[in-house]
């Protein structure tokens, strides 16, 4: 078995649209990037890449390369499960926290679970997410910005070895 971890911060902008777990949630304002910008997607990207040694989305996906330019981040998403599938690595199950002062992630969380279960073909329920604000402390309370932390659980099938 191995555990990652992915933490991912976005910075909150006028005209940018608001997508978070692949859903474009209703708001004045939308996160800043070189991609779609979510969040949540990002962290979940670097908890799966960390424990297979391939570095972080960074590496893989350089905010240098006008290929990237605000591409969805299911698009990466579905390259990064790739490499799970080519090493026989399972997916156990992802548990995620958004933390944002501002809008409520709570209507939207079962579409954002929906979505990435698609995917990553997992079953909903290995795919969990929470919401928090920061009771309007910090640059999340202020509504500067979004982030997102995910820590991912995997087993490997026919003993295939992890970095
Ligand atoms: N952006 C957010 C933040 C919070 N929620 C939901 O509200 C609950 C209370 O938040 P606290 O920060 O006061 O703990 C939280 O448990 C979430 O269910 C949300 O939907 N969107
Ligand atoms: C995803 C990438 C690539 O488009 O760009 P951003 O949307 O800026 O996101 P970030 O979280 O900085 O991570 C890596 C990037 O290279």
Same mark, same amino acid.
């Given at each position: 078995m191995k555990i990652?971890?992915?933490?991912? /911060?976005?910075?909150? /902008?006028?005209?940018?649209?608001l997508i978070v777990g692949g859903?474009?949630?209703?708001?004045?304002?939308g996160l800043a990037g070189h991609s779609d910008s979510d969040v949540l997607i990002h962290a979940i990207m670097d908890s799966i890449l960390g424990p297979l040694g391939l570095g972080d989305i960074?590496?893989?996906?350089p905010d240098t390369d006008q290929k990237f330019k605000d591409i969805d981040s299911m698009v990466l998403l579905k390259e990064v499960k790739n490499k799970l599938k080519e090493r026989s690595i399972k997916i156990g199950n992802i548990d995620c926290v958004i933390m944002a002062q501002r809008p409520k992630m709570a209507?939207?969380?079962k579409k954002m679970r929906m979505n990435i279960a698609n995917v990553l073909c997992i079953d909903e329920s290995q795919i969990t997410i929470k919401?928090?604000?920061?009771?309007?402390?910090?640059?999340?309370?202020?509504?500067?910005?979004?982030?997102?932390?995910? /820590?991912?659980?995997?087993?490997?099938?026919n003993n295939a070895e992890l970095v």
């Open positions: 990652g971890i992915g933490y991912d /911060v976005h910075k909150l /902008v006028n005209d940018r649209k859903v474009d949630i209703p708001f004045e304002k960074g590496t893989l996906f209507p939207h969380i919401a928090t604000t920061t009771e309007g402390l910090g640059f999340i309370g202020r509504e500067e910005g979004i982030a997102a932390q995910a /820590v991912s659980l995997f087993y490997c099938q």
